[in-house]
């Protein structure tokens, strides 16, 4: 089989963090007096840029309120992760090194910050591993194709060769705006039913069954 460029998103696909995100979005804004959202409204905005998703949770605040509110859900989210960090999922890494030890290329692309990836990357010790990332706060935010286009471009990839791989509406709605193959996760954000109307390629119930993807 001929290399790919997979692509991965980050935030439950990659690694066990929506439940962090969802407290620490909730308690910021319990910490301003605002009305509390739901687990299922907080897990639905996983995977945009940070501003698209306050946007979208707080439609009745303005942009100091949401500036507020950015920088609450930031503290918050570094308080949490540095007292209990978020882990991969289990057999990420493992599968992830089987890619990468094959000739496959990958990248990551984020609703992260630059700083938030980053740093998370350091505390596991990835920095390097992937070819590529991209963040919501250095290009267009999902659902716009935007970074998939930039790494496509960057890694010398065509859209026939590539897959973008994720847990959420967002990431297939991109994947399939850029013309590539879609791969869905059934344990993240957003239910499975949800991800089958983009038509993926593969649904996986345990990230490891990504080795056995006949296109590999």
Same mark, same amino acid.
């Given at each position: 089989?001929?290399?790919?460029?997979?692509?991965?998103? +980050?935030?439950?696909?990659?690694s066990?963090?929506?439940?962090l995100?969802?407290? #620490?979005? =909730? =308690?910021? #804004?319990?910490?301003? @007096? +605002?009305?509390?959202?739901?687990?299922?409204?907080?897990?639905?905005?996983i &995977?945009? $840029?940070?501003?698209? /998703?306050?946007?979208?949770?707080? %439609?009745?605040q !303005?942009?100091? $309120?949401? &500036?507020?509110?950015?920088?609450?859900?930031?503290a918050? *989210?570094?308080?949490?992760? =540095?007292?209990?960090?978020?882990?991969?999922? %289990? @057999?990420?890494?493992?599968?992830?090194t089987?890619?990468?030890? /094959?000739?496959?290329?990958?990248?990551?692309?984020?609703?992260?910050?630059?700083?938030?990836l980053?740093?998370?990357?350091?505390?596991?010790?990835?920095? @390097?591993?992937?070819?590529?990332?991209r963040?919501?706060?250095?290009t267009?935010?999902?659902?716009? %194709?935007?970074?998939?286009?930039q790494?496509?471009?960057?890694? $010398?990839?065509e859209?026939?060769?590539?897959?973008?791989? &994720?847990?959420?509406? *967002?990431?297939?709605?991109?994947?399939?705006?850029? &013309?590539?193959?879609?791969?869905?996760?059934?344990y $993240?954000?957003? /239910?499975?039913?949800?991800?089958?109307?983009?038509?993926?390629?593969?649904?996986?119930?345990?990230?490891?069954?990504?080795?056995? +993807? !006949?296109?590999?």
């Amino acid at each position: 089989m001929c290399a790919l460029l997979l692509i991965f998103d +980050w935030d439950g696909t990659l690694s066990d963090s929506t439940g962090l995100i969802t407290r #620490a979005m =909730q =308690q910021s #804004a319990e910490d301003l @007096g +605002w009305p509390i959202p739901e687990a299922a409204a907080v897990q639905n905005i996983i &995977g945009l $840029g940070l501003p698209e /998703a306050l946007h979208l949770l707080f %439609p009745d605040q !303005n942009d100091d $309120g949401h &500036g507020k509110l950015r920088d609450r859900y930031r503290a918050n *989210y570094l308080r949490a992760d =540095q007292a209990q960090p978020s882990t991969l999922f %289990p @057999g990420v890494l493992e599968t992830l090194t089987c890619l990468r030890d /094959a000739g496959h290329q990958m990248a990551v692309a984020t609703g992260k910050s630059r700083v938030g990836l980053d740093r998370v990357l350091d505390t596991m010790g990835l920095q @390097g591993f992937f070819h590529a990332t991209r963040c919501a706060d250095e290009t267009a935010s999902k659902p716009h %194709p935007l970074m998939l286009h930039q790494l496509l471009e960057e890694l $010398g990839a065509e859209p026939s060769s590539a897959a973008m791989v &994720g847990d959420t509406e *967002y990431d297939m709605d991109m994947g399939r705006r850029a &013309g590539m193959d879609r791969i869905a996760v059934s344990y $993240g954000a957003h /239910a499975i039913d949800r991800l089958h109307a983009y038509e993926p390629a593969l649904c996986l119930d345990q990230f490891d069954e990504l080795l056995r +993807w !006949n296109r590999l």
